[in-house]
């Protein structure tokens, strides 16, 4: 197994999230195992949260990579791929845009209000368009 050289080729290394127990999927890769211990040590527990979320995201990438295929024929059908999705990205926004739990710190005060005032609407349907713009103004923020 290579060392990953950045924080995309960290998240790619990963296979196995399970959004529900982030913390075990972390865990159980050498890479992320080893830079959440670092980032623990130095107390730097928003970046920790940070790398918590976008495991999250990247396992909705990867759902979108399937969406993608199975469009083309095999596998689930595109709309149980939307479904699960949908669930997850759901769980993702409870987990850490939700005012009960620790927010994930934005600088984009707006995008955090917008996202927590999701969490407090659950019957507000999730599109596709949803998650990009979230993961979009993420990365955003992070390099302003």
């Not at 399970?18 to 928003?46: A, C, H, M, P």
């Not at 620790?102 to 999730?126: F, H, S, Y």
Request: hydrophobic share 40%.
């Amino acid at each position: 197994m290579n060392i990953p050289r950045d924080l995309e080729e960290l998240l790619a290394s990963v296979k196995d999230i399970k959004v529900d127990d982030i913390d075990e999927s972390i865990g159980k890769n050498v890479w992320t195992k080893r830079f959440s211990d670092y980032l623990s040590k130095r107390d730097l527990e928003d970046d920790l949260q940070c790398l918590r979320f976008l495991l999250k995201m990247q396992l909705l990438l990867t759902l979108d990579r399937k969406i993608d295929k199975d469009k083309s024929g095999g596998g689930k059908t595109v709309t149980q791929w939307q479904k699960e999705r949908a669930v997850i990205f759901r769980k993702i926004l409870v987990a850490h845009f939700n005012d009960d739990e620790d927010i994930l710190p934005m600088a984009n005060g707006d995008l955090q209000e917008a996202l927590c005032q999701w969490t407090r609407d659950p019957g507000k349907p999730v599109h596709l368009s949803s998650f990009r713009q979230v993961l979009c103004m993420f990365f955003l923020q992070a390099i302003l």
